[in-house]
């Protein structure tokens, strides 16, 4: 059993989650709530939420907790809509003076939890970790959590947690699990606070490309690309990495150095510089300079997020027609963030309209809804 474990990489997610256990002989709807973190909040200020388990009635129910600081540290929020959840089978033994219950996670996300990509696994875990407790708030002596999967370092030291190892898409359920308190029978409620710590995948989308700005916008500063946030939280892509990969081979990596958040259902652009008379008119929220410079014909565009060693897709997209990718200055757009998008040849791209004007003439959609948008 791992004893000690601290979170060290960037990208992890803290999901906050209240828990409300209803009685023995049902499935409580717990309610878990998490909110999006403050950029002005220290990373020592987390929000709480206390809960208040009542052993005479097997129940168990949570309320907010003031923020220490201004605002919230918690990244998502709302039960019912971002992460439930559910607990049955509670009972308490007076002889062995077990408190127990089972419970799953449900991940209503768009985004895949409990991992970075939607298809690694988060080697610790779903971690549901006791912020503070649990603790006696009525009657007396000490109460323990008797069957943890480990106690280790996440706001605090030496808290136990319950580990869930499983990747949950949208909607998906987990397996469930059976969490044990040690009450004695001189207490009638335990106080406790809880989080949920995990990797989150993040949904970043290549949404449109313009490879061939033509008219007097010369390539080196005329290209440029945009990003679609199809998740339910916002992601910030710094120390993500881009690249792309033209037929003389992949260009290395350019890392992105500087903050650069995308919300859920936002949009950012990338290009050569975020000088509009140069670039022809295009709105650039990053600019990667010599980094990357798309062919005419047979190139990809890839995003990637550094994990340990390693570097994992976060999307990728690619062409070889330059009559049909590459025409000047039109650029090509994805007919649908939630489409299959590893082809921009393919049909499920189109050109952008010809009322779809940016700049003194470009043709294309820059930070907004594409023109060929298809619901």
């Not at 439930?84 to 089978?89: E, I, R, Y």
């Not at 989080?195 to 949404?207: A, F, G, H, K, P």
């Not at 009559?323 to 963030?337: D, H, M, Y």
Request: aromatic letters at 8%; glycine letters at 10%; charged letters at 15%.
């Amino acid at each position: 059993m791992k004893m000690i474990h601290v979170p060290t990489r960037a990208a992890r997610g803290l999901l906050a989650a209240a828990i409300g256990f209803a009685a023995a002989c049902g499935d409580g709807q717990p309610t878990a709530v998490q909110k999006q973190a403050a950029a002005d909040v220290p990373a020592t200020a987390l929000q709480e939420f206390d809960c208040r388990a009542n052993i005479r009635s097997a129940a168990v129910t949570c309320s907010p907790a003031a923020p220490a600081g201004a605002g919230s540290r918690v990244l998502v929020g709302g039960q019912n809509t971002f992460l439930k959840l559910t607990s049955s089978n509670v009972s308490y033994d007076t002889g062995t003076e077990i408190f127990q219950f089972d419970v799953t996670v449900q991940n209503l996300l768009n985004e895949a939890v409990g991992t970075p990509d939607g298809t690694v696994a988060d080697p610790d875990g779903i971690q549901v970790f006791f912020n503070t407790g649990p603790a006696v708030s009525k009657g007396t002596g000490t109460v323990t959590v008797a069957n943890a999967d480990g106690n280790a370092t996440f706001t605090g030291a030496d808290q136990p947690y319950f580990a869930y190892h499983q990747i949950l898409v949208k909607d998906q359920v987990s397996a469930a699990k059976t969490w044990q308190l040690n009450v004695p029978g001189t207490a009638t409620e335990v106080a406790f606070t809880m989080y949920i710590e995990t990797d989150v995948q993040y949904l970043l989308v290549i949404n449109e490309l313009l490879a061939n700005p033509g008219g007097t916008i010369t390539d080196a500063s005329g290209e440029w690309f945009e990003v679609y946030n199809a998740g339910t939280l916002k992601v910030n892509m710094l120390n993500l990495v881009i690249a792309d990969s033209a037929a003389s081979g992949r260009r290395p990596y350019h890392l992105i150095s500087s903050s650069l958040e995308v919300p859920s259902g936002g949009y950012v652009t990338f290009g050569n510089t975020t000088n509009t008379t140069n670039n022809g008119g295009v709105p650039i929220d990053y600019a990667y300079g010599s980094a990357l410079a798309f062919a005419n014909s047979l190139d990809a565009l890839k995003i990637a997020r550094v994990y340990g060693t390693d570097t994992l897709t976060v999307d990728r997209t690619q062409y070889a027609s330059a009559a049909i990718s590459a025409q000047n200055g039109v650029s090509r757009e994805l007919k649908n963030p939630a489409l299959d998008n590893t082809n921009m040849d393919g049909s499920n791209w189109a050109d952008a309209l010809v009322t779809a004007v940016y700049g003194p003439g470009g043709r294309g959609t820059p930070k907004a809804q594409n023109s060929t948008y298809t619901p």
